[in-house]
């Protein structure tokens, strides 16, 4: 299992602009994606706004490149989600999941 994070600053608006944007139109859209295997959007104040992080899971790095395109460290960020925050990464990080404690 591979994990994508990424991260974004918002002011507290924003972010909880960009929360929903993700629940009602990502999520949705990431769930037809072969090989996605959920998310979580993370949240925590930074001075006087948010900082978001985003974690997607996928199966495989293939899985990743059917999202991101050919070049997967490349940030994938909506005009709409970009609309809503002030600032975020270009690229994203990948992590192998090894030790997951939740359901499941």
């Known amino acids: 299992m591979i994990a994508r994070?990424?991260?974004?600053?918002?002011?507290i608006d924003g972010a909880r602009a960009y929360v929903e944007f993700f629940r009602e139109v990502l999520a949705p859209a990431l769930a037809h994606i072969d090989g996605h295997a959920g998310a979580l959007v993370l949240e925590r104040a930074a001075g006087s706004g948010m900082e978001i992080t985003v974690l997607t899971f996928w199966k495989s790095m293939d899985a990743v490149a059917r999202f991101a395109g050919e070049n997967p460290e490349?940030?994938?960020?909506?005009?709409?989600?970009?609309?809503?925050?002030?600032d975020f990464d270009s690229t994203v990080e990948h992590l192998v999941l090894k030790v997951d404690t939740r359901d499941g």
């Open 5 to 11: 994070r990424w991260t974004a600053r918002a002011t």
């Open 74 to 86: 490349r940030a994938v960020v909506e005009p709409e989600a970009q609309a809503v925050l002030q």
